[in-house]
């Protein structure tokens, strides 16, 4: 069981020829609102992500975790303010590899360093993406992409929700893996490029599960392969792009709950027990499930060995992409 230690501080001892003073033990942690911030728009899927999170903390802490969304420059606005918050436990948010990995290698004044910045809490919940194309194409698996793609280099055109996001990246990572060239091309928001994918604008793209997967079962876009280096449990008839004959594909997707750094071992264990039995609860995976996640548990220390991990293929993604920062 996760120790449920109060977090105590006596007052410094007086004088040698001074009464002793009594120890004075600060309120328990927590007794009062948690405020979990999420640094995107609410409605969108890091949102619903974040509000699962909080919904899981409040019920096992016994206090309000209270959403606040702070949007802006690809999330830098709220992640930067959490970094200078206060480390007390007070003050967390849903933390992703796009704000904590992407983004401070994207911004030049992004107000935050990266994972360095940060307390590793715990992971979430996992998601996949599919890499999906135009079904008019003559290409129905990972294979016949490169081929087609080698016989045509620079000619596939692969959209994204903009540059530097994680499906930029991953078209960045599949170029680097099996040496094809494609085109990339921005959008603002993965909406439109999935409609420029339908309407035949572009050959391709690598969108999240959740976004196209209601267009791949409409047959207005075909469905390749899945990111994640396994199979994809909420649709495991899609085969991966790794057994597919591409080595060392795999960019993961997740959202997790980070706190500034310096936050009490105490209080992050706490945190990460509860969360960790949250996702163990079959009416929280069915919910993660209808968002199209999976639930994704973690120590802390696990949590943040992969963060570290994950931040030196970013940073050789970034730079082959050649996008500069802003």
Same mark, same amino acid.
């Given at each position: 069981?996760i120790?449920r ?15 002793a ?14 405020r ?6 609410p409605?969108?899927a890091s949102?619903?992500a ?6 899981v903390?409040q ?8 959403v ?6 690809g999330?830098?606005?709220?992640t930067?303010?959490? #970094?200078? =918050?206060?480390?007390?436990?007070y003050?967390?948010?849903?933390? =992703?590899p796009?704000s ?8 030049r004044?992004?107000?935050y ?31 016949e992409?490169?081929a087609?793609?080698? #016989? ?7 959209g ?11 078209g960045?990572?599949?170029m ?14 993965a909406?439109? &490029?999935? &409609?420029?994918?339908?309407g ?38 899609f085969?991966?792009v ?5 080595? *060392? ?13 310096g936050?009490p ?11 960790n039995?949250?996702l163990? *609860? ?11 996640n999976?639930?994704?548990a ?13 931040r ?8 082959a992409?050649g996008?500069?920062?802003q």
């Amino acid at each position: 069981m996760i120790s449920r230690r109060h977090l105590l501080a006596a007052a410094p001892a007086l004088g040698a020829t001074s009464l002793a003073a009594p120890a004075v033990a600060q309120a328990p942690w927590p007794n009062r609102p948690i405020r979990l911030v999420v640094p995107y728009p609410p409605g969108g899927a890091s949102d619903i992500a974040g509000r699962l999170q909080a919904e899981v903390l409040q019920a096992g802490l016994g206090v309000p975790v209270v959403v606040d969304n702070r949007a802006g420059a690809g999330g830098t606005i709220g992640t930067a303010h959490v #970094a200078q =918050s206060a480390p007390d436990g007070y003050t967390i948010m849903m933390a =992703s590899p796009s704000s904590h990995l992407g983004a401070p290698l994207l911004f030049r004044n992004a107000g935050y360093q990266g994972v360095d910045d940060f307390s590793a809490i715990a992971t979430f919940a996992t998601g996949t993406a599919l890499v999906c194309v135009n079904p008019r194409l003559p290409i129905n698996n990972i294979q016949e992409l490169i081929a087609y793609a080698r #016989a045509r280099p620079g000619q596939i055109n692969y959209g994204s929700a903009g540059a530097g996001g994680a499906n930029h990246m991953l078209g960045v990572l599949f170029m680097l893996r099996t040496g094809v060239e494609f085109t990339h091309v921005p959008y603002r928001g993965a909406a439109p &490029a999935l &409609a420029d994918l339908i309407g035949g604008n572009i050959q391709l793209v690598f969108d999240s599960y959740s976004g196209i997967i209601g267009s791949v079962r409409a047959g207005q876009v075909r469905a390749l392969a899945v990111t994640n280096p396994e199979r994809w449990p909420l649709a495991p008839e899609f085969p991966t792009v790794q057994e597919q004959g591409v080595p *060392n594909f795999d960019l993961p997707s997740f959202s997790a709950v980070m706190g500034p750094r310096g936050v009490p071992e105490e209080i992050v264990m706490r945190m990460n027990g509860i969360i960790n039995e949250g996702l163990r *609860n079959p009416a929280m995976v069915q919910r993660l499930a209808a968002n199209g996640n999976a639930p994704y548990a973690s120590t802390p220390a696990e949590f943040a060995s992969l963060m570290q991990a994950q931040r030196r293929i970013w940073v050789e993604l970034v730079q082959a992409s050649g996008v500069e920062p802003q």
